[in-house]
């Protein structure tokens, strides 16, 4: 699997979109992006997925550029509650494990 | 919304004794999976399980892990003789077929080792 750069941390004010960014120069032509989050210890909580279009649902929005090598995750309304790591993987289409890195800290600020 | 439940949300265990973790995937998911997540650290892949069988599994699952779905609804981690390196959360997680849907977890189980 395509290995993932993000930022170690980023703020956000509440009731402005964040949008987290992510590098995948590496993506190949059958690898998803996924993203989770993670409050505190909790589970990891899955966000959003895509191959190549851009995806919403009632969570986030997910922008994957044409080359596929970046995308970017927006929240479009942060409140205190998206305080979390965000985490950015790829993982081929029907692989097994997820890898995780350090994620992106977002802490969002009243 | 069907989600994956974790049991016990902590479990403290004396070095040398068996724990086992248990946990109910979401109804009608055929993929489960296994992670830990030492404090401070990454999540970490430990073992896929897939028809009753192991799928993959990674250098960290040795031989005193061991893993097994039982019924029809649970699936389990043993830690035969628990180490102090064991202290981590315990996430299950599942996914409902082969593809690119996503994984699904549970809140974990907090393991402490004494």
């Known amino acids: 699997d395509a290995k993932t750069t993000q930022p170690p941390s980023m703020d956000c004010a509440e009731g402005r979109a964040a949008n987290l960014p992510c590098n995948h120069s590496?993506?190949?032509?059958?690898?998803?992006v996924y993203w989770y989050r993670q409050i505190h210890s909790q589970g990891p909580q899955y966000i959003i997925h895509?191959?190549?279009n851009n995806e919403t649902n009632e969570m986030a929005s997910l922008i994957i550029t044409e080359d596929r090598k970046s995308s970017t995750l927006i929240l479009p309304h942060a409140t205190l509650r998206d305080t979390a790591v965000y985490y950015c993987?790829?993982?081929?289409?029907?692989?097994?494990?997820?890898?995780f890195g350090a994620g992106t800290i977002l802490r969002v600020k009243s | 919304e069907p989600e994956v439940t974790q049991t016990p949300s902590h479990q403290v265990t004396q070095m040398g004794q068996e724990v086992i973790l248990r946990c109910v995937p979401i109804?009608?998911?055929?993929?489960f999976y296994w992670y830990r997540q030492i404090l401070g650290q990454k999540v970490e892949f430990l073992v896929s399980?897939?028809?009753?069988?192991?799928?993959?599994k990674s250098e960290i699952f040795d031989d005193q892990f061991s893993v097994e779905r039982p019924d029809g609804s649970n699936f389990t981690l043993k830690i035969r003789s628990t180490k102090l390196e064991d202290s981590a959360m315990y996430f299950c997680?599942?996914?409902?077929?082969?593809?690119?849907?996503?994984?699904?977890f549970g809140d974990g189980t907090r393991l402490s080792i004494l």
């Open positions: 590496t993506i190949s032509g059958n690898e998803y």
């Open positions: 109804s009608n998911h055929l993929y």
């Open positions: 997680a599942s996914k409902p077929g082969w593809g690119g849907q996503p994984q699904h």
């Open positions: 993987i790829v993982r081929v289409y029907g692989g097994n494990k997820l890898v």
């Open positions: 399980f897939y028809n009753n069988e192991i799928s993959e």
């Open positions: 895509g191959l190549k």
